[in-house]
């Protein structure tokens, strides 16, 4: 290969692509430190934490309304909540069940993914269609609930089927033939072995669903989630208020990520003392 | 609602020019994206995949594209707007070094800034399967070309290309359908001049005028079958996964 050039090109290719990617929210903290008289773009007048106060609600006076993100950011953790514990106990149910051949197994696969290759645009229209025919009144707990969970389990799902496709049924087999219950044998067998997928799954399902947008604006009803807050500031002027509640989300959801690592960590180290001691 | 079956709302679709040119549009910023994704996305995933040896240099950097992810997509898209509008950071930066002498106005609220926000924010989407796939060649059937003489340009053309095209679709099938069901950067980027079947459907749900959106939703439907249909006839993805 004539990597000598073609090497550091790629290099700096993909470093400008970083940028890239990076740029726009590099730019979007740096004006959340924008001063109360700045506007949401450059020059930056003075530095200062206002943006940070009045999303808080601890500015006093205020030329700009407050970003209504206090109930709907406790209504979006609820909603996330509740689609992780569903989606996540569904993946790991049908995952199981897929580790059998069964019949119809195929269009079931299929229909299951569905769900997430359909845009929210058309499935939330489409429950809204629903909800109108049926008489049923929207809401963020109801129809907005039963589609975050149609567009997160098949992710959980996926998760679940890849870790039982490297599992080792012998473990199950021994347990079973000693005398123990299936539901003991999940219990204390299984469940052990694939509790990092499991919380995969439970990762992508909160985040996914903590951010889903367009599956939740036709079908929320009258109370807001988080994301359908935010989008409703872009039909007006935006101010620097916005940026700073962006900062703050991506500190959130960076410290899911880094439970979620510690987690996994703590967990891989106890799973490499366990095989240290069969070596033993 | 009104339950009596009627055709009027497909007649005053298929006969208004605004709303044929919208499925214009939304074909036209599908494919549009679809190649950036793919034209922006193929040399990041080639050097990934292919020229980064390390295991743990491979993991670090499919991790930093991923990683925003984990930020509201909604924030992302917004983030747009200090970066290309006229007093934004490219147009502050370019007027620094003296390029331009006056803000460029056609980057923010512009069909450009709806093709920018979209290629960096599917573009992931792209990476991700190339990556996978080129990571599988087994780097001595590169070896053995190149020791038979072949160039790279050949190496290319006739191992590298074709054994990461699996790859290539499976991330054109993301893009097409986050693509074609896309709203909130239109709405948010273009300032209100591009109009995208998306946009048409909360439009309208938005003036409760259900029937014009369903049918909005059933164009949109025929269309992402279709672009779905197509990739799965170029490729067969249970052959080749």
């Known amino acids: ?280 | 609602m009104n339950s009596t079956l009627t055709t009027a709302s497909w007649e005053r679709f298929l006969s208004s020019a605004t709303y044929l040119g919208a499925i214009w549009t939304t074909l036209r910023i599908w494919l549009i994206v679809l190649i950036a994704t793919i034209v922006v996305g193929y040399p990041v995933a080639l050097f990934i995949g292919l020229f980064v040896r390390n295991k743990t240099l491979q993991t670090a950097l499919l991790v930093a594209c991923v990683i925003p992810f984990w930020t509201s997509f909604l924030i992302r898209v917004i983030a747009w707007r200090p970066m290309l509008g006229t007093e934004g950071a490219i147009n502050m930066i370019l007027m620094k070094l003296g390029i331009i002498s006056e803000p460029l106005t056609f980057l923010l609220f512009s069909e450009f800034s709806v093709l920018v926000g979209m290629t960096q924010i599917y573009c992931v989407f792209m990476v991700g399967p190339i990556t996978f796939m080129l990571g599988r060649i087994d780097v001595s059937v590169i070896e053995a070309a190149r020791d038979l003489g072949a160039s790279f340009g050949t190496i290319f053309r006739r191992i590298i290309l074709p054994l990461s095209m699996p790859g290539v679709m499976v991330g054109s099938i993301f893009v097409s359908v986050m693509v074609l069901g896309e709203f909130a950067t239109a709405a948010s980027l273009s300032g209100r001049k591009t109009n995208l079947l998306g946009n048409i459907i909360v439009s309208q749900v938005g003036s409760l005028k259900w029937a014009f959106a369903a049918v909005a939703g059933v164009v949109l439907t025929i269309i992402i079958t279709a672009v779905i249909a197509l990739a799965l006839r170029l490729v067969d993805l249970r052959k080749e996964m």
Not at chain 1, 175 to 194: D, M, W
Not at chain 1, 262 to 268: E, G, I, N, Q
């Open chain 1, 1 to 280: 290969m004539e990597s000598r050039l073609l090497r550091p090109t790629l290099a700096a290719y993909t470093a400008i692509f970083l940028l890239f990617l990076y740029g726009p929210m590099i730019v979007l903290a740096i004006l959340s430190f924008q001063s109360i008289d700045g506007g949401p773009q450059f020059p930056i007048r003075d530095w200062s934490i206002y943006w940070y106060e009045h999303l808080l609600g601890l500015a006093e006076t205020s030329r700009v309304s407050q970003l209504p993100v206090g109930d709907s950011l406790l209504r979006s953790i609820a909603l996330a909540f509740m689609t992780t514990v569903v989606s996540t106990t569904l993946g790991v149910m049908s995952a199981e069940a897929f580790r059998t051949r069964f019949k119809g197994s195929g269009p079931a696969f299929y229909l299951i993914i569905l769900g997430m290759m359909v845009p929210g645009v058309l499935v939330g229209l489409g429950m809204a269609l629903l909800s109108n025919t049926l008489g049923i009144a929207r809401a963020w707990w109801g129809t907005s609930f039963v589609l975050h969970v149609v567009y997160t389990y098949p992710f959980a799902f996926l998760v679940m089927l890849a870790i039982f496709n490297r599992f080792d049924r012998t473990v199950e087999e021994a347990s079973l033939s000693l005398g123990v219950s299936p539901a003991q044998t999940f219990r204390r067998v299984t469940f052990p072995i694939i509790f990092p997928g499991v919380l995969s799954a439970m990762l992508f399902s909160f985040t996914l669903s903590y951010d889903e947008f367009a599956r939740t604006l036709f079908t929320a009803g009258r109370d807001l989630t988080l994301p359908l807050a935010i989008y409703g500031t872009f039909s007006v002027e935006i101010y620097p208020n916005i940026f700073a509640f962006g900062v703050l989300t991506a500190l959130f959801s960076f410290t899911l990520l880094v439970i979620y690592g510690l987690l996994m960590k703590r967990f891989t180290a106890k799973a490499s003392r366990f095989s240290g001691q069969e070596d033993a």
